[in-house]
Each structure stands twice: as structure tokens, then as C-alpha cells.
T-cell receptor
Framework: GQNIDQPTEMTATEGAIVQINCTYQ??????LFWYQQHAGEAPTFLSY????GLEEKGRFSSFLSRSKGYSYLLLKELQMKDSASYLC???????????FGAGTTVTVRA | EAGVAQSPRYKIIEKRQSVAFWCNPI?????LYWYQQILGQGPKLLIQ????????DSQLPKDRFSAERLKGVDSTLKIQPAKLEDSAVYLC??????????FGQGTRLTVV
């Protein structure tokens, strides 16, 4: 199976930076995904890492270390609309099974 | 590009009744997933199809849940009979072989 761990909740101030960590254990790794989910809505894709290193996309960046089974999502210049749950997901090679962590609820305060 | 379509959006049933959910994935996406998301938790994979074949259904409660994907396109997920603990949002997602998964809006099921 796949064990995916991420913090339950984080709170930050508008304009600040927040880093959400995700650790995983899996056999046959084929990529790590971050999704954003606002309350009552479906998850939407944010970023994807399959090789080690940092992927930057506007205010959001995601980092992966395959040897450590570790990723983080960095949210910069936080806005109120960034208040949401952030889901870390791992995909397996061959069967493309996509498993999610429990999600991290980020609350942005003024 | 049209997204993943799901229906109904909401459903309230009594325990021991049956219910079915429908999903139409994005055209050309070979992989289709059904997830169960209980309030405050991450999505839990119930079943994964590759075209019309089942890739993984290890977490599907097969005594009450069933799913099929006809002709490798649309899919239905059925619960019979429903229990109170089945109250959740049922999310359908589809993906191309190497891309990321797109999610539908989900069906919110309440079992009373």
C-alpha cells in the first residue's frame, strides 16, 4: 500500500508564505501530485513532480525528493482565496493507481 | 474541452435502499477512478478502470458496492443496500495515460 502523511491544518497571514509537507512510502513511484480543494467543491490540479527538484508555477511551487519520499507545496503571497484543503497524491507505475493523503486545511487570515 | 460529468449532484436515501451514480469521463481518457470522500478526509480510491477493465478494486466493499464501465467510456457506481456510513461525496475522475486526473463535481450522498 501507500502511506501518505501530511499535516492536518495550517494557518497563515495574508501575504505570507506557507509550506505544506508530504511524506510517502510506495513501491513503484510514478509521480506526485498536489491538488487544491475548496469546501464543497471537487479537487483541482495544482502541480506534478516526477523528477527530483523544484517546479514553479506562479505563486505555487512544488518540490520532490524521491530518495527521501518527501515533497512540499509552497504557497507564496497568500491570498484569502487560497484558504482550502491541499491534497498530496502519489501515482504508482504500471497501473497508474492514484492514492491521496488526508489533506491539509490551510486557513488564510487577514 | 468538456469536463468530467457526474449525476446526480445530490441524493438522499434511507438505509437499506439502493442508489446509483453515473460518470461520463473526458473523451479519450483511458483511466477512470471512483473515489469516496468522507467529510474532513482525503479521497479514498474505490475502483480504478483502464478502458473497460478493472485495474484496482481492493478497497471496494464488494458485498454492497459494484461498478462497471461500459465500452470503456461511461461508468456507474451502485450501492445496494446503503448503510449510514456510506454518507459521503462520491468523486469520479479520469486521466490520460501519463497526465493528471480531472475530477467531476461529485455526488453528495446522505443516508438517513
Amino acid at each position: 500500500g501507500q502511506n501518505i502523511d501530511q499535516p492536518t491544518e495550517m494557518t497563515a497571514t495574508e501575504g505570507a508564505i506557507v509550506q505544506i509537507n508530504c511524506t510517502y512510502q510506495t513501491s513503484g513511484f510514478n509521480g506526485l501530485f498536489w491538488y487544491q480543494q475548496h469546501a464543497g467543491e471537487a479537487p483541482t490540479f495544482l502541480s506534478y513532480n516526477v523528477l527530483d527538484g523544484l517546479e514553479e508555477k506562479g505563486r505555487f511551487s512544488s518540490f520532490l525528493s524521491r530518495s527521501k519520499g518527501y515533497s512540499y507545496l509552497l504557497l507564496k503571497e497568500l491570498q484569502m482565496k487560497d484558504s482550502a484543503s491541499y491534497l498530496c497524491a502519489v501515482r504508482k507505475v504500471n497501473d497508474y493507481k492514484l492514492s491521496f493523503g488526508a489533506g491539509t486545511t490551510v486557513t488564510v487570515r487577514a | 474541452e468538456a469536463g468530467v460529468a457526474q449525476s446526480p449532484r445530490y441524493k438522499i436515501i434511507e438505509k437499506r435502499q439502493s442508489v446509483a451514480f453515473w460518470c461520463n469521463p473526458i473523451s479519450g481518457h483511458a483511466t477512470l477512478y471512483w473515489y469516496q470522500q468522507i467529510l474532513g478526509q482525503g479521497p479514498k480510491l474505490l475502483i480504478q478502470f483502464q478502458n473497460n477493465g478493472v485495474v484496482d478494486d481492493s478497497q471496494l466493499p464488494k458485498d454492497r458496492f459494484s461498478a462497471e464501465r461500459l465500452k470503456g467510456v461511461d461508468s456507474t457506481l451502485k450501492i445496494q443496500p446503503a448503510k449510514l456510513e456510506d454518507s459521503a461525496v462520491y468523486l469520479c475522475a479520469s486521466s490520460p495515460e501519463q497526465g493528471y486526473a480531472f475530477f467531476g463535481q461529485g455526488t453528495r450522498l446522505t443516508v438517513v
